[in-house]
T-cell receptor, first 113, second 114 residues
Framework: DSGVTQTPKHLITATGQRVTLRCSPRSGDLSVYWYQQSLDQGLQFLIQYYNGEERAKGNILERFSAQQFPDLHSELNLSSLELGDSALYFC????????????FGPGTRLTVT | AQSVTQLDSQVPVFEEAPVELRCNYSSSVSVYLFWYVQYPNQGLQLLLKYLSGSTLVKGINGFEAEFNKSQTSFHLRKPSVHISDTAEYFCAVTKNTGFQKLVFGTGTRLLVSP
């Protein structure tokens, strides 16, 4: 158990819909990262938040957004969903902005039908 | 930018045999290197990491890896595998200063058979 929690574990929704994925980092970690894992793209970095502020963006679509709340949990919002958005979405956390390993949550499997 | 190449998409091996999973990276700056393992239907678990110091790093479950700067490699080894080691293994790299997103390889599926 990494100490990072994600909900829900599974999510099935239809095209055009909007969903919210939730992540709670390990106790004491200030950085939260979101990654997408799909068969064709592999593991891709989406976005990072540090202590409530967005710090870096990766291959994140404009239809996707995220935020980190004062209690440090984070939410990833996916809107206007397409079939190609079906993937595993991982949250990871680390202590600081830089400096070492990231600890991953169990992931949310999103299926868009 | 950093990149990672895992040349072997799948490595079949018999139980109790040794195994090496290959990882090569590319970067114009100094890096940190990691190996993660993903068991079926689970998240990623950190196996081991190289941040600095000794180039031979030991991780969990009997795995070890050696950082070779001249060959830009970070191969993962285990002297004797178990059935339970069957999983997907990902090598990852990040630059060692500033913002650090993990850049992952495509993964190597280790298949251990009796």
């Amino acid at each position: 158990d990494s100490g990072v929690t994600q909900t829900p574990k599974h999510l099935i929704t239809a095209t055009g819909q909007r969903v919210t994925l939730r992540c709670s980092p390990r106790s004491g970690d200030l950085s939260v990262y979101w990654y997408q894992q799909s068969l064709d793209q592999g593991l891709q970095f989406l976005i990072q938040y540090y202590n409530g502020e967005e710090r870096a963006k990766g291959n994140i679509l404009e239809r996707f957004s995220a935020q980190q709340f004062p209690d440090l949990h984070s939410e990833l919002n996916l809107s206007s969903l397409e079939l190609g958005d079906s993937a595993l979405y991982f949250c990871a956390s680390s202590l600081g902005l830089a400096g070492g390993e990231q600890y991953f949550g169990p992931g949310t499997r999103l299926t868009v039908t | 930018a950093q990149s990672v190449t895992q040349l072997d998409s799948q490595v079949p091996v018999f139980e109790e045999a040794p195994v090496e999973l290959r990882c090569n990276y590319s970067s114009s700056v100094s890096v940190y290197l990691f190996w993660y393992v993903q068991y079926p239907n689970q998240g990623l678990q950190l196996l081991l990491k190289y941040l600095s110091g000794s180039t031979l790093v030991k991780g969990i479950n009997g795995f070890e890896a050696e950082f070779n700067k001249s060959q830009t490699s970070f191969h993962l080894r285990k002297p004797s595998v178990h059935i339970s080691d069957t999983a997907e293994y990902f090598c990852a790299v990040t630059k060692n200063t500033g913002f650090q997103k993990l850049v992952f390889g495509t993964g190597t599926r280790l298949l251990v058979s009796p």
